[in-house]
């Protein structure tokens, strides 16, 4: 178990640039979150993935958001035409099966739209 | 109101003292519920979880659920410095969304 793991740690962009995030969940979770987490409040949800169906969207997620998980296995999430507003963490997570259905987070990308 | 509910402090206790964090929710129908501790910059780390009511311990910390009253507490014993951090409570349904406190910020004093 070598953990969630989420690349880069940091993405310093100008406003208007695409750009994206990867996260390579636990091996063995079929299921992978993706959350935004500003400073001072809890994570707050944005997608979800079953092996490489995505199956639940926020609606805070604009058009510009966009995540794919193609194979079930590694995922990644793309701002498009970013904003000063998209500025946060990215955490990504997975989530085992029953009866360990436990969620564990990466470490986040930490996005600075100047 | 939010799913989840959390008072965000800051709390501050000197070194030894017993922590009691508390959030309430909402949902009846949250069966699970977690809390994560979170260093600054850092993504939250599984503290505790537990499955529908009562209490469970793991060293130092002990997490209660009271599924009557909706109320979910984290105690920590003999606070150690190296527990300051923020403290996220969750709580989910048999579905796939987890709901998040907004975190309570812990200062433990040496």
């Known amino acids: 178990d070598t953990g969630v793991s989420q690349n880069p740690r940091h993405k310093i962009t100008k406003r208007g640039q695409n750009v994206t995030f990867r996260c390579d969940p636990i091996?063995?979770?079929?299921?992978l979150y993706w959350y935004r987490q500003t400073l001072g409040q809890g994570p707050e949800f944005l997608t979800y993935?079953?092996?490489?169906?995505?199956?639940?969207k926020s609606r805070l997620l604009s058009d510009r958001f966009s995540a794919e998980r193609p194979k079930g296995s590694f995922s990644t999430l793309e701002i498009q035409r970013t904003e000063q507003g998209d500025s946060a963490m990215y955490l990504c997570?997975?989530?085992?099966?029953?009866?360990?259905?436990?969620?564990?987070f990466g470490s986040g990308t930490q996005l600075s739209v100047l | 109101q939010k799913e989840v509910e959390q008072d965000p402090g800051p709390l501050s206790v000197p070194e030894g003292a017993i922590v009691s964090l508390n959030c309430t929710y909402s949902n009846s129908a949250f069966q699970y519920f977690m809390w994560y501790r979170q260093y600054s910059r850092k993504g939250p780390e599984l503290l505790m979880y537990t499955y529908s009511s009562g209490n469970k311990e793991d060293g130092r910390f002990t997490a209660q659920v009271d599924k009557s009253s909706k109320y979910i507490s984290l105690f920590i014993r003999d606070s150690q410095p190296s527990d300051s951090a923020t403290y996220l409570c969750?709580?989910?349904?048999?579905?796939?969304?987890?709901?998040f406190g907004t975190g309570t910020s812990l200062t433990v004093i040496p």
């Open positions: 993935f079953q092996n490489e169906a995505q199956l639940e």
């Open positions: 969750a709580a989910s349904n048999t579905g796939n969304q987890f709901y």
């Open positions: 997570a997975s989530r085992g099966e029953w009866p360990s259905e436990k969620l564990f």
């Open positions: 091996s063995e979770h079929n299921r």
